[in-house]
T-cell receptor, first 111, second 115 residues
Framework: DQQVKQNSPSLSVQEGRISILNCDYT??????FLWYKKYPAEGPTFLISISSIKDKNEDGRFTVFLNKSAKHLSLHIVPSQPGDSAVYFC??????????FGEGTQLTVNP | GAVVSQHPSWVICKSGTSVKIECRSLDFQATTMFWYRQFPKQSLMLMATSNEGSKATYEQGVEKDKFLINHASLTLSTLTVTSAHPEDSSFYICSASEAGVGEQFFGPGTRLTVL
């Protein structure tokens, strides 16, 4: 049972444009959501997070939006840069430190 | 920032042998460490959660006798893959969190190839 789903395995955008990565979840007990960036053969690095009491969190070029009623969150990267090319994982937790990850989306930013 | 290291980064072994992977928190005390496994183009699957000084809690479907986890100190956890087989070949990633701090810090991962 995949409780966190990233339905797009890949996304390609032009440098300078906006990248939008989506994530859906099914478990209503999740109350904290995170986005991680991962390069090949490396561990994930934390990018940005959002608590369920908020619907938006912004950090520089990265903004995460949370729609609790739709059980959907998205990561916006603007402007996108070639160095943003990586696999992006969304993750969720509920009342503890255990994380449930989505399948990941490969973002490619073309120069 | 918090740094987590893993050793080795890459290991090749023969079928039937055992392999030990170390996970260390370099600049903080990790009261909880997590072990994940990732297959190519798939999600990170949590294998087990370990708290310092106590037995690890394994996720459903993970064989605790095959994947031995030891968290003997606040800076070191080890995962031993016993009697490894080719289907155990995968990318193993650990993460660590500090008491009172919810964020997990991930290690760089270990690529295991069993021939």
């Amino acid at each position: 049972d995949q409780q966190v789903k990233q339905n797009s395995p890949s996304l390609s955008v032009q440098e300078g444009r906006i990248s939008i990565l989506n994530c859906d979840y099914t478990n209503s007990m999740f109350d904290y959501f995170l986005w991680y960036k991962k390069y090949p053969a490396e561990g994930p690095t934390f990018l940005i997070s959002i608590s369920s009491i908020k619907d938006k969190n912004e950090d520089g070029r990265f903004t995460v939006f949370l729609n609790k009623s739709a059980k959907h969150l998205s990561l916006h990267i603007v402007p996108s840069q070639p160095g943003d090319s990586a696999v992006y994982f969304c993750a969720a937790s509920g009342g503890g430190s255990r994380l449930t990850f989505g399948e990941g989306t490969q973002l490619t930013v073309n120069p | 920032g918090a740094v987590v290291s893993q050793h080795p980064s890459w290991v090749i072994c023969k079928s039937g042998t055992s392999v030990k992977i170390e996970c260390r928190s370099l600049d903080f005390q990790a009261t909880t460490m997590f072990w994940y496994r990732q297959f190519p183009k798939q999600s990170l699957m949590l294998m087990a959660t370990s708290n310092e000084g106590s037995k690890a809690t394994y996720e459903q479907g993970v064989e605790k006798d095959k994947f031995l986890i030891n968290h003997a100190s606040l800076t070191l956890s080890t995962l031993t893959v016993t009697s490894a087989h080719p289907e155990d070949s995968s990318f193993y990633i650990c993460s660590a969190s500090e008491a009172g701090v919810g964020e997990q810090f991930f290690g760089p991962g270990t690529r295991l190839t069993v021939l």
